[in-house]
């Protein structure tokens, strides 16, 4: 067996033509995904989505019906899970409650040949990395959520593996401690530079901490792209709707561009239908007699509803043609509204350079 | 009185409602009180009856002088542990096997093996009789088949004894032993293999340990049951293997000794709640009977 400490070189993953079906369904379709070396990916998806399955894959505990993976040069498709060294954070943490904090810990080691004294050691440095130190002689059953956490993601990096998956990991914990181990999970990624592939379905919790977010929909990778283009770039109506709010406007083409109803948008493009995505937090409140010019564009419709909640205000703007616009404005920021009471008529504006276009009809 | 409001009230019908709870026990109590307490007691009394009718321990001291009484025990311990062996050896890979299928196939499995369970003892036992005797199915057909010369032996002895208590035993073993399975998250066996293990010592590492209450539970219900067993050892056993149950009827139905058959229950009631301790304390039997974790 490869000796394999932490400051070996993390490794890259090479999926091609993955497939793998349920009866007539197919779980992955013929998925290729290039995960890079050192880099942390998400794979990002509804449930059922096939990207539980994926990750199955590469850890083994599944056999696809046809495709390749390989770790760095290596095929891996046909290794048992026990043979391809990839460390593991279970969403159910799958900890052994007949063993103590550090023999769980300690059980890849053992299984390495790792000496006692060298594996005494080696544990309570992972338990220090996840600030658990002086943890070791306790029982499962006598920690937290959040403590068993740590533990499970120290068992899985005890042994130096250089390819790291995490599904759900988090997503038996509440917000607030969620929160912080997302912050913890990324610190602790760049101190590893392991390469990282992490399941979610919490599109938040993919944006904050992804290099690489493969956004997965019934069985296929349908885009891959760092989280800032996923977000403000979505390829089709299935990301922008997945991701972040949206409210999503249907395009003509017209004799000057694409036009919602008889505003130019932008200029024409191929292919047969077009929406506009408008991204909540990316519209004001324009002057009641403000018109589209080469800057902005100008929606008008009736306050339906505002929605006091927290940090910001959500208000719901029904248009002309029925659709209901999500627009969310900071708390302070009230000021510059228009004094439309609920039911009146009010303006709303969104900056040329925040228009985002997808193809294909909105549903 | 100034008390808090409704206070008394309130507390009243807290009580109510305990005591309304408690009653539900009162026909438990009632029967586990006149068929097990009064029947007992009556037992230990008989047991250190003399022959002049006042208290003494004669019944007790003749066990130790008849070396017959020894290999009694021996038996009865010997037929019960054997039994027990059986089982895990049979019912815990089968136990498993059932653990790994769907649910649905699971149940079916399962019928298969509560469908004996359902019925008699009595039946399941005189059918293996027929089963196992000299010009019995199972010699007929292997002498047939040439696996051996002239019929075995299978049964008025200890052979068919065990045979008959394993079949009779084994779903005692593995109802408990399959729920301990079923509970074992799949995620611990991928976990060990991800960590490094392969199939066989990831099951030892962690399967077993996992299943060892639901082992140990079953154990115990097969060994105690084993050990006041009476009908199949009667029936397979042919007069050769003789337990505490068939002596006690020997007892009662040669000598008429109501006082030396009470002696020799209450000695098998202590043994059997001693091992009951002694396992209590070696294996945290509540965890294991009731499934606390």
Redesign the interface.
């Known amino acids: 067996m490869k000796a394999s400490t932490l400051s070996d070189a993390a490794l890259p993953i090479a999926i091609r033509d993955l497939t793998k079906r349920y009866g007539p369904v197919y779980a992955l379709n013929a998925v290729d995904l290039d995960v890079h070396s050192g880099e942390f990916l998400t794979l990002l998806g509804p449930s059922g989505s096939g990207k539980t399955t994926l990750l199955m894959a590469i850890?083994?505990?599944n056999r696809p019906d046809s495709g390749s993976i390989k770790f760095g040069a290596e095929e891996v498709i046909l290794k048992?899970?026990?043979?391809?060294?990839?460390?593991?954070v279970?969403?159910?943490y799958?900890?052994?409650?007949?063993m103590s904090v550090a023999d769980n810990i300690g059980?890849?080691l053992k299984?390495?040949g790792v000496g006692a004294p060298e594996r005494a050691a080696r544990v309570e440095e992972a338990l220090e990395t996840v600030q658990l130190g002086g943890f070791g002689a306790r029982g499962i059953?006598q920690l937290s959520g959040g403590q068993r956490q740590r533990v499970a993601l120290a068992?899985a990096f005890v042994?130096g593996p250089r390819i790291l998956l995490m599904d759900e990991p988090l997503s038996a914990l509440d917000k607030k401690l969620r929160e912080r181990m997302q912050i913890e999970l990324k610190h602790l990624h760049r101190k590893l530079g392991v390469t990282t592939v992490y399941v979610t379905h919490d599109q938040r919790e993919a944006l904050t901490m992804s290099d690489r977010i493969a956004v997965i929909n019934d069985g296929q990778l349908v885009q891959l792209d760092a989280p800032e283009v996923i977000y403000n770039a979505p390829a089709n109506a299935f990301v922008a709707d997945f991701i972040g709010e949206s409210t999503m406007l249907p395009l003509t083409r017209g004799a000057s561009g694409l036009m919602y109803r008889d505003q130019k948008i932008a200029e024409t493009r191929d292919g047969e239908s077009w929406s506009l995505v408008v991204r909540p937090e990316r519209l004001f409140f324009a002057a009641q007699d403000a018109q589209s010019d080469d800057n902005t564009i100008v929606l008008r419709g009736t306050l339906r509803e505002t929605v006091f909640q927290g940090e910001s205000e959500m208000a719901l703007v029904a248009l002309d043609n029925g659709i209901e616009l999500a627009f969310r404005f900071g708390t302070g920021a009230t000021t510059n509204s228009t004094g439309g009471g609920l039911g009146e008529q009010v303006a709303v504006g969104l900056n040329r350079k925040d228009v985002i276009i997808i193809p294909g009809e909105t549903t | 009185m100034a008390s808090a409001a409704n206070e008394t009230e309130l507390r009243r019908q807290h009580r109510r409602e305990q005591l309304s709870i408690l009653s539900l026990v009162i026909p438990a109590l009632v029967v586990v009180g006149l068929i097990i307490l009064i029947p007992l007691s009556w037992l230990f009394y008989l047991s250190f009856l003399g022959d002049d009718g006042g208290f003494s321990l004669e019944n007790y001291l003749k066990m130790t002088q008849y070396k017959s009484y020894y290999r009694i025990f021996i038996t009865t311990f010997q037929v019960s542990i054997l039994t027990t062996m059986i089982c895990i050896a049979l019912g815990y890979p089968l136990a498993f096997f059932l653990a790994q299928l769907p649910p649905r196939w699971a149940g079916v499995f399962m019928l298969a093996v509560l469908l004996p369970f359902w019925t008699s003892l009595l039946v399941r036992t005189y059918a293996w009789l027929v089963l196992l005797q000299r010009k019995g199915i199972i010699n007929e057909f292997a002498m047939d088949m040439g696996f051996w010369e002239k019929p075995l032996k299978l049964v008025h002895n200890m052979t068919g004894t065990l045979i008959g208590m394993a079949h009779i035993m084994l779903p005692f073993l593995i109802l408990p032993l399959y729920n301990a399975m079923r509970k074992i998250?799949r995620?611990?066996m991928?976990?060990?293999?991800?960590?490094?293990?392969?199939?066989v010592?990831?099951f030892w590492?962690?399967y077993f340990?996992?299943s060892l209450p639901g082992m140990v539970a079953g154990s115990l219900i097969v060994f105690v049951l084993c050990l006041g067993f009476y009908v199949t050892p009667a029936v397979l056993g042919g007069g050769r293997v003789i337990m505490v149950s068939n002596q006690i009827t020997a007892i009662l139905e040669n000598q008429f000794d109501w006082g030396a058959a009470s002696a020799l229950g209450v000695v098998l009631l202590v043994a059997t709640v001693l091992c009951l301790f002694l396992a209590a304390r070696f294996f945290k039997l509540d965890a294991a009977l009731f499934g606390r974790?």
Do not use: E
Not at chain 2, 190 to 198: D, I, K, P, S
């Open positions: 850890a083994g505990f048992p899970p026990h043979k391809r060294d990839v460390g593991m279970f969403q159910s799958a900890l052994f409650p007949q059980f890849p299984l390495r059953d068992r042994f | 998250d995620d611990m991928h976990a060990a293999a991800n960590l490094g293990a392969n199939p010592r990831a590492a962690v340990p996992l974790d």
